[in-house]
Structure formats: structure tokens, C-alpha cells
């Protein structure tokens, strides 16, 4: 196995102890692969949730660039709601899984067909 499945497999292991949620392991593993080499750093694979220009930067180049999602307030509070859901569940907050959770709560897994 090498690096990037052994993440993936760390990732849906959190999703399941954590939040209680079986992940769709071939939506997982696209996102994965679309957070390109952040996944291997470990302060770029996490997501500080209390660092607005971080969630800025979440918002602009995940949920606009890439799910084709408006650059506007009502995107910044479908991110907020997915990180409540997501701070009540775990400690650690990886960039990946906040990423598939943004993907399904806005139902944009198509982008990665």
C-alpha cells in the first residue's frame, strides 16, 4: 500500500470512529487526489477551523474553484454549518474529510465523476 491509500484508509477510519459515517470510499479517494500533495504535510493536511483567512481560502479554492459553488455569504455559511457538524465530532480536522463532507452536504459529487 502506498502513501496516498494509506491516507485514505486513515481518513475513512476517522470518518467512522469520529463521525460515525461510513464514507464512500471511491468520493473519498477523488477528493483525496484533488487536495494534491497537502495530504502528505502534516499542517497542510489539516484545517485550523478557527482561522477565518483559512476558511476563506477553503471557500475560494475548494467550494468556488473547484465545486463551481458562488463566491458569496451563503457559501461561507454551508462551510461554517459542515465545520459545526465536523467540531463536534473529532479533534483533528483533515483537509480531505472536511473536503468529502463539504461534497456530499452540497450534493457536488458529481465534480469528481
Known amino acids: 500500500m502506498n502513501k496516498r491509500e494509506e ?18 470510499m471511491e468520493l473519498l479517494t477523488k477528493v483525496t ?3 494534491g500533495p497537502s495530504i ?3 499542517d497542510a493536511s489539516m484545517v485550523s477551523m478557527h482561522d477565518q483567512s483559512e476558511l ?3 471557500k ?3 467550494m468556488v474553484k473547484k465545486l463551481g459553488m ?7 455559511e454551508v462551510l461554517k454549518e459542515v465545520i459545526k457538524h465536523y467540531n463536534d465530532h473529532a479533534k483533528n480536522k483533515y483537509r ?7 461534497t456530499k452536504h452540497v450534493g457536488k459529487e458529481s465534480v469528481f465523476a
Open 7 to 24: 491516507l485514505i484508509q486513515k481518513y475513512a477510519l476517522h470518518m467512522r470512529e469520529a463521525l460515525k459515517h461510513e464514507p464512500d
Open 33 to 35: 487526489i484533488a487536495c
Open 40 to 42: 502528505y504535510n502534516t
Open 56 to 58: 476563506e481560502t477553503v
Open 60 to 62: 475560494k479554492n475548494f
Open 70 to 76: 458562488e463566491d458569496s455569504d451563503a457559501t461561507m
Open 96 to 102: 480531505a474529510v472536511l473536503y468529502y463532507m463539504i
